[in-house]
Every structure is written in C-alpha cells, then in structure tokens.
C-alpha cells in the first residue's frame, strides 16, 4: 500500500521486473544487473543506496542469532575499517583477485573485533538479512567477505543482465578484450540475460563462462541480432538450456526456430519478434514435447497456430500466455482449450477479439485454472464474470486491468468467489462505491488493486478495513485516496 512520505524521498522502487541497477564504475561496466524472481524478495531489494547497519534494533534482539556483541548498529565500514566503495558494479565483471582489499590482519581494531569481523559462521549467517545489490558492495569489504558471499547459495534466483558493452575491455591498443566471467562461474550463475548482442558475442560468451557448456540452464536474448545460425549454434553448444527467452530479436525466422529448438526446451518465451507467426508455432508444437511453460507476444499468431499442440502438450503444458496477440478470437479459444486442457495459469491479455464467449469456454474446459489474465480485452463484460465465478472454482488470481465495460454486477458475482487471493481492477471506469460493498464479504482476498477507478470515494474506499486480511492494497491514481485515508488505513488494516 502506497502512503504518501514527508521528507526526504526514499530512493525509487525497483521497475515490476526486478532490475536491479548497479551504479556505473569507471571501466564503464558497472551497469550490469540482477533479476530477482519472487515478488516478496523484490520488496527488499528496495532499499537505501548507503551501505546500511550491520543488524538492526529487531535483529538484534533475535534468540537465534549467535552475534551477542553485536547489539547494537555497526556500519560495515566501522566494523571491517574500511571505507565502502561510493558505487559498485556486479562484482565478477571487472573485479580482478589481485585488486587492492584489506586482508582481516589489517583491520584495525581489538583482536576480538577483528576476529569476528572475519568468523565465517557469522557472516553465513548475517549475509542473509542483504539485498543482491547490497551484496555486491559487501564482497569489495575484503577477500575474507567476498569469499563467504561468492558461494552459490547466496545468489540462487539471481540473473546477471550483461549488455554488449560490458562485455569487453578496450585494451590500449584500442582492440577489444572479452571480459572474464570468473567471478560470475564461481557463484554458480546458472542463468543470464544478453542484452543487444550478436552471434559473435554469443561464441564468445559461451567460450569465456566456464558453465556455459552444460551448468547454464536459463538464457534470455533481448534487442538482439542472433541469427539462425546464431540461434542453432547457441542451443547446440549449450546443452544445459531448458528455459529460453527470445525479446526483440527481429533477425532470426521460423526456419531458425525449425533447425535448432531441442527437446529439453521446458519453457520459452517469445516477444516482440517480428517474423514470428503460425509456422513459429508448428515448430514449437512439434518440437517441444515436455513444454511446460509458453509466453507468446506475437501479432501475427492466428487462431490456426492454437490448435498445432500435440496430445503429449496437453499433458504437460500448464502455463501460458497469449499476450496482445490481435488475431486470436473465440475461435483460436476453442483449439486451445481442447489442445491444452490442463492449463493453471492462462493469460489472454491485450486479445482483444475474444468476448464473453469465449471465457465461457475457458470457464467450462479449463477447470484447474489458479490464475487469468484478461486484462485489455475491452469486450469482456459482466457475463464473463458470471461464468468465471460459476466454474473456476480454483482461481486464486484473476486481471481485469482495462476491461472497461465491467460494472458494480460483475464484482457481485466474483464476491461468492472463495479461493481468490489476487484481484486487479486497474482502469475498470464503472466500478463505484456500491461494487466494493460486494468485496467486502471476501475474507481469502490478499491483494487487490483499484489504481485509477476514477468513481471511487473516500467513503466507499474507506468500508476496505473490513479485510482484515488484506496484505497489499494499490490506489495510485485513485482520486478517492486521500492522505487522511492511508492514515486510517495504517491503523485499521494491520497486515497491508
């Protein structure tokens, strides 16, 4: 829930996707990033530039902290004797083993003091309670520190995001050197994103990452030149890959998908491709028998390509997502529900030719459904929540963002909903006061957002409190929320 601050502004919020930007060292690489996976952790990834106090008042006064001594703030830097670096890139990009840090003998300090600044127990523990990018600035402290974090536990979930540029140095010379990914290998990085590169850059990533060949399981291209040729000789080499993202990458045609997609592929995502259409998908269908996972942006795709998926998809795909692919109507609907019947988690958003009728054929086939994204389809209307309700009697998420024609009557149907944890209402201009009435009976619900419902009150706003359980609230451009509001709503909804 978003309140408004007096006083000095917190740094901003990380972007939806979890990009974490790392200040700019003057080799020109430090701006790599990491992503993060899970919504909860991206939360604690928003924190204050400055390297921040050792352990806080209430982790201090854990039981199961062995740190006594510590019960108090110490600043890293008090505690190691060393000023903290005022930026620092992802370390392991351009951070050398013969770079210039204090070895624990050199800190100043009782011998105590020194003694537990280095206690790897301790650190293994401690290093927990730090964000990714704080992490970063903790493994330059010193070579004891950076040793405890560059163990692969500390980073699991992380993606490196590497652009072109930073992937080498410019010599004296002028010439160009790739950069060594030793560092990244040694905290067993099983996954990267390559920003802007080129079939050349992909060989000689795959030459210079010493896991590249079997350990990397996760690869994502965006705003790339890869080829065909590209794209066969980096699904060959790299035998680990089970999970691919193709972003932006307007080089590579069907044939390439034809030639070098492999069985181990589990889950791809595909968006922003220009030469992506039906043949794109009988290649996936005939290619990929274990997919579990499709994210499919693709303005070509017609209702054809949803009825390519084999039997053996039907029994393992359970995502996937359609999103602003213009041709599909409620006829590509009826080939996907009858293709892929065991489908969890469907997003259909910016579809905007599918109607009512066609969620009436997803409420009906698709019964083990957790999560639907129907966000953008401006032809969804009251009735589509009345089947949503009638048959999906497990959906635990469900987006309507934009779906404009949704009235007060439609939550009343979504209201005898018992499962629904998640529900978005961004943009849906005719919900009012009355509508929220109809929430207010839904004691399972964790997250709703109202951002920009221009028909929403103050007082319709405030009868919320009745969720007691309620854990995330989203107002942004609610003319209704006042800063009185989320003053009443601090001390009536404990858990937001």
């Known amino acids: 829930m978003s309140s408004p601050r007096n006083g000095d502004t917190k740094p901003p919020c990380l972007p939806r996707n979890g990009l974490v930007k790392i200040p700019t060292q003057p080799n020109g690489l430090g701006s790599a990033s990491i992503t993060k996976g899970t919504p909860a952790v991206k939360n604690r990834l928003c924190q204050p530039s400055s390297v921040p106090a050792i352990l806080s008042p209430a982790l201090a006064q854990r039981s199961d902290l062995p740190i006594p001594s510590l019960a108090s703030p110490l600043s890293l830097a008090t505690l190691a004797g060393v000023s903290s670096p005022p930026s620092a890139s992802l370390v392991g990009l351009n951070t050398s083993e013969s770079s210039e840090q204090p070895s624990p003998e050199r800190l100043p300090g009782s011998p105590s003091e020194r003694q537990l600044a280095v206690d790897e127990k301790i650190l293994n523990r401690l290093f927990w309670y730090f964000s990714a990018c704080e992490k970063c600035v903790l493994a330059q402290v010193c070579k004891a520190w950076r040793r405890v974090l560059y163990q692969p536990k500390f980073w699991v979930g992380l993606t490196p995001v590497l652009h072109t540029k930073e992937l080498y140095n410019i010599l004296p010379g002028g010439e160009k050197e790739f950069v060594s990914l030793q560092g990244f290998a040694i905290r067993g990085f099983d996954g990267f994103c390559l920003v802007g590169v080129s079939d050349l850059d992909i060989c000689e990533f795959i030459d210079n990452y010493p896991l590249s060949k079997k350990g990397v399981k996760s690869m994502s291209l965006k705003r790339s030149t890869i080829t065909d040729a590209g794209l066969e000789v980096m699904l060959e080499q790299m035998q680990g890959v089970v ?110 030719k599918v109607t009512d009728d066609g969620v009436e054929l997803v409420a009906e086939n698709l019964r083990k459904l957790r999560s639907l994204d129907l966000s953008w389809c401006p032809r969804i209307t009251d009735m589509a929540l009345e089947y949503i309700a009638c048959d999906l009697h497990k959906l635990e998420e469900l987006v309507l963002d934009r779906c404009v024609r949704i009235t007060d009557t439609g939550l009343s149907y979504l209201s005898t909903m018992s499962s629904l944890r998640s529900l978005y209402l961004r943009w849906c201009c005719q919900v009012q006061d009355f509508g929220l009435k109809h929430l207010l009976s839904m004691g399972s619900l964790r997250l709703l957002s109202l951002a920009g419902c221009p028909l929403l009150t103050t007082t319709g706003l405030s009868g919320l409190v009745q969720l007691q359980e309620l854990e995330e609230l989203e107002l942004t451009n609610c003319p209704g929320a006042t800063p009185e509001l989320f003053k009443y709503f601090s001390q009536h909804l404990p858990c937001c």
């Not at 193709?246 to 492999?262: K, M, P, V």
């Not at 290649?283 to 390519?308: G, K």
């Open 243 to 352: 999970r691919l993202e193709l972003s932006g990458c307007n080089d590579f045609t069907e044939a390439g998908l034809w030639s070098s997609l492999n069985a181990r592929i589990t889950a791809l995502s595909v968006s922003d491709c220009i030469n992506v259409a039906d043949d794109a998908i009988a290649a996936i269908s005939q290619l990929l028998p274990n997919l579990t996972e499709l994210n499919l942006q693709a303005y070509h795709v017609t209702d054809t390509a949803l009825a390519y998926f084999t039997a053996k998809q039907g029994y393992t795909t359970h995502t996937l997502r359609l999103n602003s692919c213009w041709e599909i109507t409620n006829h590509g609907v009826v080939n996907m529900v009858h293709s892929l019947p065991n489908l969890s988690i469907l997003s259909l958003s910016g579809c905007s």
